[in-house]
């Protein structure tokens, strides 16, 4: 590995710090590494897409697109780890390049290793290196033994990245803009569509799902590459080799320079005194045996110039300087204490009585759940299907026990509903009145009636009538339905009897 071309700067880091590592990579190569993965990713996604529509399974599309991410890691690790040595690979490049590698890890990640949360760490290792059977078992034990719970909190945490995005741009959507004000096409995308066109419903789920995913997924693959890279520069001192090659290129720049000038000042000297010099008879060296002789420095008991000077450098601030530490000990201590022999508890039979005790009581409750939790899903299963009780008194819920509810709509809405009024069943007498403002408004449009149709429904379609008394009127009767039905607040009698003259309750009348 030549590590002189790297461009990361190799130095021991925290787990945090290689993953703030792995955002920058990411960030200085992001056009690179999206520009390959769209390339690689889109038409997969398009096809799993394609298939759930085909086979009218709504959900078949997302799962397959989460099912092969471990295939799309593929595409930014291969852009990273090329970035990182040498230039980044366009994404002509990248799809090549991915037969050069091996195809062993991908297909056990997306089946019996489908659910790992070391992936992101694992990739590398299995892409990289290129181990097989028992090495990389040996090698993985290594490198995950420190950072295993890291890569595991970046799986979960990326994970709810994506989950944020994803409901983020539905909720934008459902929350944000008022029934209103929202288009046909959006209010049923969201809402009825769902049950009327499920596979729409499943290509847009599985479409924003895709793109969360698109946003998320490299950068998990970057973080995760550099908890690798992290993890070889400890274990194989990169940053130390690294600075011991570029020493040695600096030692061996600076042989060239000076035998260079050497070689000149050779010939620039006078050729006869080259001889003398060379004639001359050389004077042996002894050899240097003693520290005395290296550093020329006498070493005598008498001379005090040694400690002095080593006195007034421990004295020095920047070495330490001296300190004082005290220190609370009890009388009749002693540093080199005895071993304490522990014998046998008395108590500790009785303690494990009570562990085996409260582990059986813990097992029992456990079980005693799971039994009344069966039991509330079958009879919750079984009971049939009630109605909500409106808020009133229990005067107001007798009442409503006594009413039939009519499937068709009296010929005489006006005088059915007015005697409901007049008879004290308010709440009943409103309903009615509303249900048959929405049927009276769906044969005027020439529409049919919609059984899921809200009161946001009703008045969007109240305001397509041409006749601006009509449109007024239906407005009126949804608004006083809404009030009673949600705020128990209801009209005053008069008021009531002018929503009965005319139209709706009337169906022969002009307004």
């Not at 290793?113 to 990739?123: F, K, M, P, Q, V």
């Not at 582990?359 to 069966?374: D, M, N, P, R, S």
């Not at 397509?464 to 607040?489: K, M, N, P």
Request: net charge positive; charged share 25%.
């Amino acid at each position: 590995m030549e590590l002189e071309r790297i461009t990361v700067a190799l130095r021991p880091r925290t787990a945090r710090e290689a993953v703030d590592l792995g955002a920058a990579m990411l960030r200085a190569h992001a056009r690179t590494v999206w520009s390959a993965w769209f390339a690689f990713s889109l038409p997969v996604a398009a096809l799993c897409i394609a298939l759930g529509w085909l086979l009218h399974w709504p959900w078949l599309a997302t799962l397959l697109i989460w099912w092969l991410l471990p295939l799309f890691d593929r595409v930014p690790l291969y852009v990273l780890s090329r970035a990182v040595f040498e230039r980044a690979p366009r994404w002509r490049e990248t799809l090549r390049g991915q037969r050069q590698w091996r195809w062993g890890g991908t297909i056990a990640s997306i089946t019996w290793r489908r659910i790992d949360s070391h992936r992101a760490l694992r990739l590398p290792m299995e892409l990289l290196e290129g181990l097989a059977g028992k090495q990389r078992g040996e090698r993985w034990r290594v490198l995950r033994r420190p950072i295993g719970t890291e890569a595991s909190s970046l799986a979960f945490g990326c994970l709810e990245l994506v989950l944020v995005i994803f409901l983020g741009l539905f909720l934008s959507v459902v929350l944000f803009i008022p029934a209103e004000l929202m288009p046909d096409w959006v209010r049923g995308s969201v809402g009825g569509v769902a049950r009327r066109t499920p596979e729409v419903t499943g290509a847009l789920i599985a479409g924003v799902a895709y793109l969360a995913w698109s946003a998320i997924e490299p950068l998990h693959v970057a973080a995760g590459f550099a908890l690798y890279l992290n993890r070889r520069t400890q274990l194989e001192a990169w940053d130390v080799d690294l600075a011991f090659r570029r020493l040695r290129d600096r030692w061996l720049a600076a042989g060239r320079a000076a035998a260079v000038l050497l070689l000149a000042l050779v010939c620039a000297c006078p050729h006869g005194a080259w001889a003398q010099k060379v004639a001359a008879p050389k004077k042996e060296e002894a050899p240097v045996t003693r520290i005395e002789d290296a550093f020329a420095v006498p070493a005598s008991n008498s001379d005090k110039r040694f400690a002095t000077a080593a006195a007034e450098a421990f004295r020095d601030p920047r070495f330490g300087g001296a300190h004082k530490d005290h220190t609370w000990v009890p009388r009749n201590w002693s540093w080199n204490p005895k071993p304490v022999q522990l014998g046998r508890s008395p108590f500790e039979g009785f303690g494990n009585v009570l562990a085996i005790g409260v582990k059986g009581l813990l097992t029992l409750l456990l079980i005693g759940l799971i039994v009344a939790i069966g039991v509330y899903v079958i009879r919750r299963a079984r009971m049939p299907v009630i109605a909500a009780h409106t808020r009133g008194d229990a005067k107001l819920d007798t009442h409503l026990e006594t009413i039939e509810v009519q499937e068709v709509l009296p010929d005489d809405l006006a005088g059915a509903t007015h005697r409901l009024w007049s008879g004290g069943h308010r709440r009943e007498a409103l309903a009615l009145l509303y249900r048959g403002c929405v049927e009276q408004v769906a044969a005027a449009l020439q529409l049919p009636v919609e059984q899921d149709a809200t009161e946001a429904d009703c008045l969007r379609s109240a305001r397509r009538l041409g006749d601006t008394q009509r449109r007024q009127r239906a407005e009126a009767i949804v608004r006083a339905w809404q009030y009673a039905a949600y705020a128990d607040r209801y009209p005053r009698d008069e008021d009531f009897a002018r929503l009965l003259d005319g139209w709706p309750a009337r169906h022969g009348s002009a307004a």
